[in-house]
Each structure stands twice: as structure tokens, then as C-alpha cells.
């Protein structure tokens, strides 16, 4: 190995020689590309040499030189003399500043310099080729709750400010420190991980456009909505609704009765027509849920039929009992004040065991027995009465 490399150093050597005894024209830039972020300011940073004996007239930044053309001065350019900043000497450094850069600042940059006592003009040339990014949230359009994620930060060119990146939901700062390089890491992603997502460098002032990261979930909470009390006359039916919590929204809903394995309807409300405790289970393609059961109760028509009818007949016999009180309450009076009737029907009383009491009762057992025997006798009875009273 050694014997190979030694006849190789006086070249190298010799080669030093003739660079720097040929550098006396010159101009060095550091780096020769740059990947800038829209809105920053890039620093070309630039060293220059012309032999002893020569005077610097001018010194310039110019884009693009084309060989045999005039090179314009970008600082008389409109679109750069504001942003443009020449920070160095007319010695040796030609370094210059460039603000608020934006892609269509994407050229190659070369600085001139022009000597008098004799006149030269000198273009260092190639130039700084500046590329010019934007910042991209590269994320996938949902992820499934629990799962993990990454969330990238792109640039079109790798950014020559090695800068750290930061991270915004909903235009807040992360506060979690999850990033790596670039990247966003969110593990066992929540329902709150869902949002707007947008990246950004340290120390700079643009900031990328928002991606939107949907989280999805199976349902939750599920629910039982009933129309009323959930009690019910037989022929008629409630209404139940089946809500939940879900991305993407349920919208198959299954509805069962406790204790029976087949569904017993579907869709998000069920019309319920018979007794029971029923449920829903409301699925997405992420899963299912079930709510709890309510009890719908129905109540039979004939039931009810009964109980009416019920209370007519009590009705009616109370009011026949009453009816049967105050007539005898009666009687008992006219007997009291008028004393035995010697008018009063014969035929009827002689029938009868007790004469005036049972009359009554006979009365109403069958009217067709004493009937025809009242007519007149009776009759004759109550003007008698009528003028006692
Ligand atoms: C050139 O000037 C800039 C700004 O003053 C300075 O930062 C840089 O170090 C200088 N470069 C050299 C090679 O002196
Ligand atoms: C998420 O990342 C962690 C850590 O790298 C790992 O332990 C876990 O298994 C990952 N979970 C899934 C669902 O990939
Ligand atoms: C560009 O940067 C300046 C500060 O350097 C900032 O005030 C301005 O809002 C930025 N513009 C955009 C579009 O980011
Ligand atoms: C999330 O994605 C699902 C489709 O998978 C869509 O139905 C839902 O509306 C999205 N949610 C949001 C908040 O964008
Ligand atoms: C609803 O979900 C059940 C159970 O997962 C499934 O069998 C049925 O096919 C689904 N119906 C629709 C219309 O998606
Ligand atoms: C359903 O079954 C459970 C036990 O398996 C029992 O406790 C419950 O009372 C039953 N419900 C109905 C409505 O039959
Ligand atoms: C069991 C459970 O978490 N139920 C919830 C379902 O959702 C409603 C409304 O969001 C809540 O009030 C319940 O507590």
C-alpha cells in the first residue's frame, strides 16, 4: 500500500501548486445548493480572489448568466432590491442574504465583479442553485382508534437547515414530544387524536397546510329512545329509536327481544306490538354495540272491556239498591202516618202473609199480581194521602 500511495503525493502537490497560483481570478460559494422553506432567508455565502495589483469597481449578484449577454444586477431588480442584502466586502467576501424567498426564487445565483487599471469582468460561475419548499402533512386519511399512525412532514428537497420540526392540531402546538426526524408518531391513536394537522420548522415562520386525520371508532353508548310511557292497549304499537356514537355513523341497527336469539326487526326505529324488553345493537364495520333493554307493556282491550263493564253493572246495582232503600223508606212513612187501610186491596193482601210490607215487596216481584186489583182502590188512596201531607 505504501509503496503504491508514495508516487502519488508530489502530484497532488504539484496540482495544489498550480490551483492556487491559477485561483488569482475567482469565486468559491458554500454551499453550491440550497433547499430553502418558502417565507425563510437563505445566506449564499461566497468568497471571491483577483490577482494583487487589481482594483474592485463593482461587485454584484446576478441569476442565470448566459455567456456573452450583458448580466443584469439583481439588486435594480424590483422583485429582489428589497430582499436582497449584500453582506460582504469589497475585498474577499461576496456573501449575500435573501429574504422571503419563494419558489420563484428557484435559479442559480452567481456573483460578478467587475476590476478597472485594466478593466476585467468576472463572473463566478457555476453559481448557488436555490430551491425554493413548501411543507406537505402527509397522513392517512383515517386511522382505526387503538391503531398507530405516522404522520410526515415532507419537503420536495431535503432542507439544508437541519431545523427541528414541530408539530400543530388544530393550529395548537403538540406539546408531546412524539417526533422523530420528521415524523409524527401517534401511538394507540384516540378519539381525540382526531384533527388538523400541520408541521412546521423551528425558527420560521411558514406553516404547512392542515391535514385532516379522521379517527374511527366502533359504536358506543348506544341508546333506546321510547316513544311515551311504553305502555300500551293491545292493536296498537310504540315506537323505539336506536341512537349511538359511532364513526363512521351506524346505520345498521338490529333489534331484539330479551332472551330470544333471532332479530326481531331492523332499522334505526322499531314499531313494538307486543310485551317485552327490548334492545338494538347498532353496527359499523368497526364493531357493534348493544344498548340496554326497555320494557314496552301491553295492556289487552278485553281487560279493559271487563273492567268497564264492571263498573256499569256495580254502577247499576248500586243505584237499584238506593232506588229499593228510599222506596221502602217511604212506605215505611205512609204506613206510619195512615194506619192500617181497610181500602187497600184485599185480594193482594189476603195473598200475602204481612199485609202492608210485603205489598210493597209483591209489587216488585211481579207487578201483574196485585196489578189489576190496584187500579181504582189505590187511586183513591192518594188524594186521602195527598191531603194529610
Ligand atoms: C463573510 O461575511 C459574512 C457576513 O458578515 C460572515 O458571516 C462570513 O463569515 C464572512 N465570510 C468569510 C469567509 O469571512
Ligand atoms: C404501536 O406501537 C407500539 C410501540 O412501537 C407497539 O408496541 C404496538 O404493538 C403498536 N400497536 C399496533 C396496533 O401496531
Ligand atoms: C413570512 O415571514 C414573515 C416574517 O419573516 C411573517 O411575518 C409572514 O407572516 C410570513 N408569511 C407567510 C405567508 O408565512
Ligand atoms: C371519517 O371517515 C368516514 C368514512 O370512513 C366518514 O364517513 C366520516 O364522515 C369521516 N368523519 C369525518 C369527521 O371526516
Ligand atoms: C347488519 O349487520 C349484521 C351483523 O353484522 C349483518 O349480518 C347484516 O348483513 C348487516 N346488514 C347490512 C345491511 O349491512
Ligand atoms: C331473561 O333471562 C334471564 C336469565 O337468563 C332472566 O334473569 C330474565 O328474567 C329473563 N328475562 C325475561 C324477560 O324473560
Ligand atoms: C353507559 C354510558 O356510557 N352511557 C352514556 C351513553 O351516552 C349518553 C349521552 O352521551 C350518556 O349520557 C350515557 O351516560
Known amino acids: 500500500m505504501s509503496v503504491r500511495m508514495a508516487p502519488r503525493l508530489p502530484l497532488i502537490f504539484l496540482l495544489m501548486i498550480h490551483g492556487v497560483s491559477s485561483a488569482d481570478w475567482g469565486v468559491s460559494y458554500s454551499p453550491l445548493h440550497i433547499c430553502a422553506l418558502k417565507n425563510s432567508s437563505v445566506i449564499m455565502s461566497c468568497t471571491y480572489t483577483y490577482p494583487t495589483g487589481y482594483k474592485i469597481e463593482k461587485v454584484f449578484w446576478t441569476k442565470n448568466p448566459v455567456k456573452g449577454k450583458e448580466s443584469p444586477d439583481l439588486s435594480e431588480d424590483p422583485e429582489y432590491s428589497q430582499r436582497l442584502q449584500y453582506l460582504g466586502d469589497t475585498q474577499q467576501n461576496c456573501t449575500i442574504r435573501l429574504s422571503h424567498v419563494t419558489q420563484k426564487d428557484q435559479h442559480m445565483y452567481c456573483f460578478r465583479f467587475i476590476t478597472d487599471k485594466p478593466v476585467k469582468k468576472w463572473t463566478g460561475a457555476p453559481g448557488v442553485t436555490l430551491a425554493v419548499t413548501d411543507l406537505q402533512v402527509e397522513a392517512p386519511e383515517r386511522v382505526t382508534e387503538g391503531h398507530n399512525v405516522s404522520l410526515t412532514c415532507k419537503s420536495s428537497c431535503t432542507l439544508t437547515d437541519r431545523a427541528t420540526f414541530i408539530w400543530y392540531r388544530n393550529s395548537q402546538p403538540l406539546t408531546e414530544r412524539r417526533d422523530r426526524n420528521n415524523q409524527l408518531l401517534l401511538q394507540s391513536v384516540r378519539r381525540e387524536d382526531a384533527g388538523r394537522y400541520s408541521c412546521a420548522l423551528h425558527g420560521h415562520s411558514y406553516i404547512s397546510p392542515a391535514a385532516h386525520l379522521n379517527v374511527t371508532y366502533p359504536p358506543r353508548n348506544v341508546s333506546v329512545s321510547i316513544a311515551g310511557s311504553g305502555v300500551i292497549v293491545e292493536g296498537d304499537s310504540v315506537t323505539l329509536s336506536c341512537s349511538s356514537d359511532s364513526n363512521p355513523p351506524a346505520l345498521n341497527f338490529s333489534w331484539f327481544k330479551e332472551n330470544q336469539s333471532s332479530a326481531v326487526g331492523s332499522g334505526q326505529s322499531f314499531s313494538a306490538l307486543q310485551s317485552g324488553r327490548f334492545y338494538c345493537e347498532a353496527h359499523n364495520q368497526h364493531g357493534s354495540q348493544r344498548s340496554d333493554a326497555v ?95
Open 295 to 389: 320494557t314496552v307493556t301491553v295492556k289487552g282491550r278485553l281487560v279493559i272491556l271487563y273492567i268497564s263493564a264492571g263498573m256499569v253493572c256495580g254502577a247499576t246495582v248500586i243505584i237499584t239498591i238506593l232506588l229499593i232503600w228510599w222506596k221502602k223508606k217511604r212506605n215505611k212513612a205512609e204506613v206510619n202516618h195512615s194506619g192500617p187501610h181497610h181500602d187497600r186491596p184485599k185480594a193482594c193482601n189476603d195473598e200475602l202473609n204481612e199485609p202492608v210490607y210485603e205489598n210493597e215487596m209483591a209489587a216488585q216481584r211481579g207487578p201483574d199480581v196485585c196489578k189489576p186489583k190496584l187500579n181504582s182502590p189505590v187511586y183513591e188512596n192518594i188524594p186521602q194521602k195527598k191531603k194529610r201531607m
